[in-house]
């Protein structure tokens, strides 16, 4: 019950702040979720005797977010291409700055370990999630975040039920017990037909969203055509396959960690990682996709 209680405050709430929000105001709610998801993977490292750099990522996750927050007044070629740059220099420069960080350490040992555990949550968490919300300042960005929402959503709600009435055959049971191809099946099928069926009527929907005053104009999807069928089955189709295994990584980190949840923020779903492990794998495939398009209008 708890869980269902909490879908049913998050999701409207979600969806509200992407179709409504500024692309400024996303992004700070973005960076926001970022730093209670990131807080959660360094505690998460502890278990495994690792000593992380809290407060030296958090100020490199702000400056992250900071400079996506200023490119939200740019138009969505500049700030696509920013991105791009930006990917990349925090990349190298959050390690470096985190090395130097870890000279401070009494215990040198700890230094490289614990620089490397605050490193991989930049480029485990932090990168998908701008990712995110640079694909908010796109054309259409808010069609597009729904779209991939809904690909995400279905797909677990199918693995779950599917898993749950058909599962036999265990997919990974070491890594997760409840996981079955069964579900991981129904999961593939059910995400790759919805997610191109909306995507093949995001005119129409982005039509009702605008009448209904949710959107702008800019965030519709008012293209003549959709991406013919083939393309929108393979987008679709690799968006759920790296949802499905962001949810096993996230399982491997829990496994090995020898903890349930990554936190208790969400009554019935766990931490924050819990909830978003799916999207920090498929929010990098719809922004390169979208980021495609950009670059080549």
């Known amino acids: 019950m708890k869980r269902v209680l909490t879908a049913i405050v998050l999701i409207p709430l979600v969806l509200l702040a992407v179709l409504r929000a500024p692309a400024s105001l996303f992004a700070f709610l ?55 740059y930006g990917v990349g220099f925090a990349g190298v420069i959050g390690a470096f ?24 949550s930049i480029t485990y968490i932090a990168l998908p999630f701008a990712l995110l919300a640079q694909l908010r300042q796109q054309w259409a960005g808010a069609i597009l975040i729904l779209y991939l929402l809904i ?23 070491r890594i997760s017990p409840g996981k079955t191809w069964e579900g991981t099946v129904a999961s593939f099928v059910v995400s790759v037909f919805v997610g191109s069926w909306f ?37 679709s189709a690799l ?7 962001g949810d096993l990584v996230e399982s491997l980190i829990k496994r090995g960690a020898g903890v349930k949840d990554s936190g208790a923020l969400l009554p019935g779903h766990g ?15 719809l922004w390169y996709y979208s980021a495609l398009r950009v670059l080549s209008s």
């Open 30 to 84: 973005v960076a926001v979720v970022t730093l209670v998801t990131v807080s959660e993977f360094l505690q998460l490292t502890t278990h495994y005797q690792l000593q992380p750099f809290p407060r030296v990522t958090y100020v490199l996750v702000i400056l992250l977010f900071g400079g996506i927050a200023i490119q939200s007044g740019q138009t969505p070629l500049v700030s696509t291409a920013g991105m791009m």
């Open 97 to 120: 700055i985190l090395l130097v960080a870890g000279m401070r350490n009494t215990d040198l040992r700890t230094a490289f370990p614990g620089a490397a555990a605050s490193a991989f």
């Open 151 to 173: 690909v995400v959503w279905v797909g677990d709600t199918a693995a779950y039920y599917a898993g749950r009435l058909f599962g036999r055959h265990k997919l990974a049971p």
């Open 199 to 235: 995507f093949t009527n995001a005119k129409a929907v982005s039509t009702a969203l605008l009448k209904a005053h949710l959107i702008s104009q800019s965030q519709g999807f008012f293209a003549p055509q959709p991406p013919d069928l083939s393309t929108l089955f393979i987008l």
């Open 239 to 245: 968006i759920n396959i790296a949802a499905q295994l």
């Open 271 to 285: 931490g924050m990682l819990d909830r978003v492990d799916a999207l920090l794998f498929a929010a990098p495939v």
